[in-house]
């Protein structure tokens, strides 16, 4: 079960900026859930608490039974997607797409089905032998998502992963990462600060507003976006 849970998770950056009120969240087994809300609402700082990746101020994060505060991001059982891909420029896809599973020493045999098996299903089983720069947004988007998904992570964290992306490619990969969602059958934690796309992929919208969760609903019952 993965689960994640926040209870009164706070998070001060310094005495002037809590970024983070004391948030409860139940975000449920395989749902996908979208935080909205505009820009400095604390949308990455939760979701880059959720990582591991910013320390927590006060509270409790729970992903399925475990309390993780002070996991480190590896140990967390999850995989993030970010705006900027973060791919290694110098590595081929392929490489790119397996490195965290080279760095947990699985053996080959296995790394490389793994990464073939990700590269089908996002469309990339031809691009392997190339570079990051000879591939356009949306496919290095896609291997970014192919990283994250041989981990085989229990929840995916992806923050604004098509921001990067022109109006008619960002509406394409919403119905891709909405596919991919239901094909893994884990649980997306997805921030944007775009209500088009938060009314379109998720199961369920966390309006964020100046660091308090404002309203928790699905897209039909959300009654007022930000
Ligand atoms: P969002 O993702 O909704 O745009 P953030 O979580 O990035 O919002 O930011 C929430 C608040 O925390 C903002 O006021 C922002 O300026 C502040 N903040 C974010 N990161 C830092 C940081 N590293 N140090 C200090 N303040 C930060
Ligand atoms: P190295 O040991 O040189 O770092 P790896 O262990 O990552 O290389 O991968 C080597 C093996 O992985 C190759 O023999 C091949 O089976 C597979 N492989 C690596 N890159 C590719 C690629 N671009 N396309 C297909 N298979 C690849």
């Known amino acids: 079960m993965a689960e994640v849970k926040l209870r009164q998770v706070t998070k001060r950056y310094d005495e002037d900026t809590v970024a983070v009120k004391p948030l409860d969240l139940d975000i449920k087994d395989k749902e996908f859930i979208v935080f909205v809300g505009p820009s400095g609402c604390g949308k990455s700082t939760t979701l880059r608490m959720i990582a591991g990746l910013e320390r927590i101020s006060d509270g409790g994060l729970y992903i399925g039974r475990d309390i993780v505060n002070h996991l480190a991001p590896k140990d967390r059982d999850i995989a993030m997607v970010f705006q900027n891909y973060a791919l290694y420029p110098n590595m081929t896809i392929y490489d790119n797409i397996g490195f965290s599973l080279k760095m947990k020493k699985i053996k080959k045999s296995e790394r490389d089905e793994r990464v073939r098996e990700a590269a089908g299903i996002l469309g990339l089983s031809d691009f392997l032998d190339r570079k990051p720069a000879s591939l356009s947004g949306g496919q290095r988007q896609r291997v970014a998502l192919g990283r994250a998904m041989v981990r085989n992570p229990k929840v995916f ?70």
């Open 157 to 226: 964290l992806l923050d604004e992963p098509l921001s990067n992306l022109d109006a008619k490619l960002r509406v394409a990969m919403r119905a891709e990462i909405v596919k991919l969602h239901r094909k893994l059958e884990t649980t997306f934690v997805y921030v944007t600060h775009d209500q088009t796309e938060a009314m379109t992929m998720g199961d369920r919208i966390a309006v964020l507003n100046d660091g308090y969760l404002e309203q928790i609903d699905t897209p039909f019952n959300v009654y007022e976006y930000p």
